[in-house]
């Protein structure tokens, strides 16, 4: 380097920016392990709003009210009763041979003897002491559900799979099959009570295409079911508002509501004294 030239300066101004910059960035990091301390960290679903859900639970809190009010209703004219097996070639109590052969999705051929669990189906009251239920082709109805004193069968028509049985009579009547819903078409929720071992119990159910049959068996059409799993045979089938729609009964499209109208003319005709029901 020249002795009269300035010195230069380049070399220690970088070396001196680095510093800088190094300790700037320590004093960065220093800061902010004191401002951001570690922790360990956890996945949290966070809480839902105040309002989330509500409506989804007061759609299934509406619908709970409304099944055990329909439920309510009915249970003063719905008894439970208890069915077993016929034995072999036994024709059921009051039997009424059948007016036309069997179809192949009737059901119709006997239980084996063998068969002895017992099971329950939902009776309609549809006179004071008279009440109607379905029954399976092979069973017969015996008892309530809850007592052992024979019942009286007053007929067992095969063809319908239909039986009355008398019992004691109740003050609350009998269900009004004259103020019963009709005209049902379709695509809309009902309310369906069927039988267990501790009494008559409910669910809704949506029916979704249905069809209008003419059948030779009964006095009104019947409403045929398209896709009907959630409607049982034997099941009593009615409307939101509580109105009885029918009785649910086997077809060899799979099922089909019983409208009350027919059941009411059916008991009126085949029951001696089952005058029509006011």
């Known amino acids: 380097m020249s002795a009269n030239g300035p010195e230069p300066t380049s070399g220690r101004e970088t070396r001196l920016l680095v510093l800088v910059v190094l300790v700037s960035l320590a004093v960065l990091l220093l800061l902010a392990r004191f401002r951001f301390p570690e922790a360990n960290l956890a996945t949290v679903n966070p809480s839902p709003g105040p309002l ?17 009010g329909v439920l309510g209703r009915a249970t003063p004219t719905v008894d439970v009763i208890r069915l077993e097996p016929l034995p072999a070639g036994q ?16 059901g119709a051929a006997a239980l084996p003897a063998s068969v002895s669990a017992p ?12 009440a109607l239920l379905h029954v399976p082709a092979g069973w017969r109805p015996v008892a309530l559900r809850d007592q052992a004193d ?3 069968v007053v ?39 069927y039988a267990t071992r501790s009494g008559p119990t409910i669910q809704p159910a949506f029916i979704g295409r249905t069809d209008t ?36 009964s086997r077809h060899d499209a799979g099922v089909a509501i019983v409208p009350a109208a027919a059941l009411d003319d059916a008991v009126a005709r085949l029951v001696p004294g089952g005058a029509p029901n006011e």
């Open 91 to 106: 024709p059921p109590d009051g039997a009424r041979a059948p007016a036309r052969p069997p179809t192949s999705g009737s």
């Open 119 to 130: 099971r329950f189906a939902a009776a309609l009251r549809v006179r004071a002491d008279l």
């Open 213 to 248: 049959e003419t059948d030779a068996r009964w006095s009104a059409p019947l409403v045929v079911l398209s896709g009907s799993a959630s409607v049982p045979v034997g099941s009593l089938v009615y409307a939101i508002d509580g109105r009885l729609i029918g009785i649910a």
């Open 155 to 193: 007929l067992s028509d095969l063809d319908r799979e239909i039986a009355v049985v008398r019992l004691p009579a109740s003050t609350a009547g009998s269900a009004n099959l004259s103020g019963s819903a009709s005209g049902v078409t379709g695509f809309l929720y009902v309310a369906v009570i």
């Open 52 to 68: 989330a859900g509500m409506a989804a639970r007061a759609t299934f809190e509406e619908m709970s009210h409304t099944l055990a």
């Open 150 to 152: 024979p019942i009286e």
